[in-house]
C-alpha cells in the first residue's frame, strides 16, 4: 500500500472532522446530513436493542422450558460474549466510519480477492435481519396492545375483549405503516424520539424494576430464582435438561444484539471513528445491567408459576409478563390499572425500538443501493430531495415486513419463525466483517482511534465462534412434538432465501458486483 495522501480538511468554510475525512479516503464523499451528536447515536443504538422488547416477548417461553435458573443466569452468560462481538466490532467500525457499516467492513477487510462475496453475503444477512427485525418488534408491539386492550375491557375472566388475529395483523401492520411514515422525516425528527426514547426506557425501566416487587404480594426467595431448574417437558416436549438449558438462552440472543445501529449511522454522526465505537459499548453496558434488573423483576414477583400459563387467567395465558404485573397489581390494589400502565411503558419501547430498526433497515437498503447490489438500485438510493432521507427504501423495508407478518391469520408460530430469521440473519451479519479481520493480514489494517493491537485476534475469535453457535441454537426445533403448528419454519424460510441470493451470485451478481462503490475519486493509502 501507498503512503497516505493528505486530504483537505477544509470544504469551503466548514471544517471538515476526522470521520468525514476518513470517509473521504474510502472514495465516498458527505452525502447525508452531518449533525448528529455522540448521545443522540447511543440514543438510537439504544433504542434499537431496547430494554423490553427483546425480554418481554421470550420470557414466558423461555421461563418455561427450564424454570428460572437458567434464565437468570443465561443473560449473564449471555452478555459476557456479548462484549467480545461488540469491542470487536467497535474496533471496525472506528476505522470505517460509512453508513454501509458490516457489509462495506467485510469488503475491505477480506481484500480484493474475497471482497466481493463478503460484502455480497453480509450485505444480504444483514438486509435480511433488519427487515425481520421491524416484523418482530411490530408483532410483540401488537402482542402487548393486545393485553392492554384485554385487561382495559374486563380481563379474561371478566369478559375482557382478546383481539383476534384479524384484528392482530391490523396492528402489526399499522405499527409498520406508522414507523415508515415517521421515517420520511428529516432525521432530526427521528433522533428526537430516540431521546425520549431512552430516557422512557431509563425511567420507564427503573419503575419497573423497583417497583414490581415491591407492589406484589409475596415474592419468589431467591433459590427459586437462582437455583430452580424446572422442565415443562407435558407442555414443550422437553425433556433433556441440557436442551431446555440451551433453549432457556434463547431469550438473552435474542436481547443482546442491534448495537451496530450506531454504525449504521456513522456518515450522519459527528466525530464517528470515535463517537461510533462508544455507541455500540455504550449500549451493550447500559442493556446488560438493565436488562438483568428486569428479568430479576419479573422473576421475583411470580405470584403462581403454574397459572401463568393457564389459558383460562386474566390474561388468557397469552402474555405471562402482563399476567405477572397483573397479579402484582390486582393482588395489592384490586385492579389493574398499575399493569395496564406498565404494559404501556413496555408497549411503548416497542414502538421506539421498531422506528429505530426502521432506521437502521434503511440505512442498510440504500448504501446496498448505492453500490447497485439490490434490484432497482436506482430506485431505492433515491433520497428525498427535501429531507435528504432514503424514502423509498423505508417504505420497500415496510412492504416486506407486512408481507412477512400475513401469516399471522393461518399460522402460530410466526414470532418464532420472524425472531429466528431475524436473530440470525442480523447476527450472522456480524461474523463476515469479524472474521475478516481475524485473519487479515495487520499491515492491511488502518486503525481508527478505538484500536485493539494484538487483542483482536483472541477477541475476533471468542466473537466469531459465538456468532456461530448463536445462529444454531435459532435453528432447533422449540416444540416437541414437531407438527405443522410447532415447527421452526426458519430454517426452511433461510434456506430458501439464501438459496435463491446464492444463486443469483453464482449466475449473475459475481460478474458485477464489486462491493462498495466509491463515489469520489479513488485516493492512495491504506483503507
Not at 430452580?228 to 435474542?254: H, N, R
Not at 449500549?283 to 445491567?289: E, P, V
Request: glycine share 10%.
Amino acid at each position: 500500500m501507498g503512503t497516505e495522501t493528505s486530504f483537505v480538511e477544509v470544504r469551503g468554510n466548514t471544517a471538515m472532522d476526522s470521520a468525514e475525512k476518513r470517509l473521504n479516503e474510502l472514495g465516498y464523499k458527505q452525502e447525508l446530513r452531518r449533525e448528529m451528536t455522540m448521545f443522540k447515536t447511543l440514543a438510537i443504538s439504544f433504542s434499537t436493542m431496547t430494554l423490553f422488547t427483546g425480554i418481554t416477548p421470550l420470557y414466558g417461553s423461555s421461563l418455561q422450558y427450564a424454570g428460572p435458573a437458567p434464565l437468570v443466569w443465561g443473560w449473564l452468560v449471555v452478555s459476557f460474549f456479548t462484549w467480545f462481538v461488540g469491542i470487536a466490532m467497535a474496533e471496525i467500525c472506528s476505522s470505517f466510519p460509512t453508513t454501509g457499516s458490516l457489509y462495506f467492513w467485510a469488503a475491505h477487510l477480506a481484500g480484493p480477492k474475497w471482497g466481493p462475496f463478503s460484502s455480497w453475503c453480509c450485505a444480504w444477512l444483514e438486509t435480511i435481519g433488519l427487515i425481520a427485525g421491524i416484523g418482530t418488534q411490530a408483532y410483540a408491539g401488537s402482542q402487548t396492545l393486545q393485553s392492554i386492550i384485554l385487561l382495559s375491557t374486563g380481563t379474561n375472566k371478566g369478559g375482557g375483549y382478546f383481539a383476534p388475529k384479524w384484528l392482530f395483523l391490523c396492528m402489526y401492520i399499522g405499527l409498520t405503516v406508522i414507523w415508515a411514515a415517521l421515517n420520511t422525516f428529516a432525521l432530526e425528527v427521528i433522533a428526537f424520539i430516540d431521546i425520549i426514547s431512552i430516557w422512557w426506557q431509563v425511567i420507564g425501566g427503573l419503575v419497573i424494576v423497583i417497583m414490581l416487587p415491591l407492589v406484589a404480594l409475596t415474592t419468589k426467595s431467591a433459590s427459586f430464582v437462582f437455583t430452580q431448574l424446572e422442565l415443562a417437558p407435558q407442555t414443550t416436549g422437553v425433556s433433556s435438561k441440557p436442551y431446555a438449558v440451551i433453549l432457556a438462552f434463547l431469550v438473552s440472543q435474542y436481547s443482546l444484539y442491534g448495537y451496530d445501529a450506531a454504525a449504521h449511522l456513522t456518515e450522519e454522526t459527528k466525530g464517528a471513528d470515535k463517537n461510533g465505537p462508544i455507541a455500540i459499548l455504550g449500549s451493550i453496558g447500559i442493556i446488560s445491567l438493565f436488562g438483568w434488573a428486569y428479568i430479576l423483576a419479573l422473576t421475583f414477583s411470580i405470584q403462581d408459576f403454574g397459572y401463568l400459563y393457564d389459558v383460562n387467567n386474566e390474561t388468557a395465558g397469552a402474555f405471562v409478563p402482563a399476567q405477572i404485573l397483573y397479579d402484582a397489581f390486582h393482588g395489592r390494589y384490586h385492579n389493574s390499572a398499575g399493569a395496564i400502565i406498565l404494559l404501556f411503558v413496555i408497549w411503548g419501547s416497542f414502538f421506539f425500538g421498531g422506528l429505530s430498526i426502521t432506521t437502521s433497515a434503511a440505512r442498510v437498503v440504500y448504501a446496498l443501493s448505492r453500490d447497485k447490489g439490490v434490484p432497482f438500485s436506482f430506485l431505492w438510493r433515491q433520497l428525498h430531495p427535501k429531507y435528504k432521507v432514503p424514502t423509498n427504501a423505508v417504505w420497500l423495508c415496510a412492504a416486506i415486513c407486512i408481507l412477512l407478518g400475513l401469516p399471522i391469520l393461518k399460522v402460530n408460530v410466526v414470532f418464532t419463525a420472524i425472531t429466528s430469521i431475524c436473530t440470525i440473519g442480523w447476527v450472522g451479519g456480524y461474523a463476515v466483517p469479524i472474521f475478516a479481520r481475524l485473519v487479515m493480514p495487520e499491515k492491511n489494517f488502518k486503525p481508527g482511534p478505538f484500536y485493539l493491537g494484538k487483542a483482536r485476534r483472541p477477541i475476533c475469535l471468542v466473537a466469531f465462534l459465538w456468532i456461530c453457535y448463536t445462529c444454531s441454537v435459532f435453528l432447533l426445533p422449540t416444540m416437541y412434538p414437531i407438527t405443522w403448528d410447532t415447527f421452526n419454519y426458519a430454517p426452511v424460510a433461510l434456506g430458501v432465501g439464501l438459496g435463491l441470493i446464492m444463486l443469483w451470485w453464482l449466475l449473475d451478481a459475481r460478474k458485477w458486483f464489486k462491493g462498495p462503490v466509491r463515489n469520489i475519486d479513488a485516493q492512495n493509502g491504506k483503507v
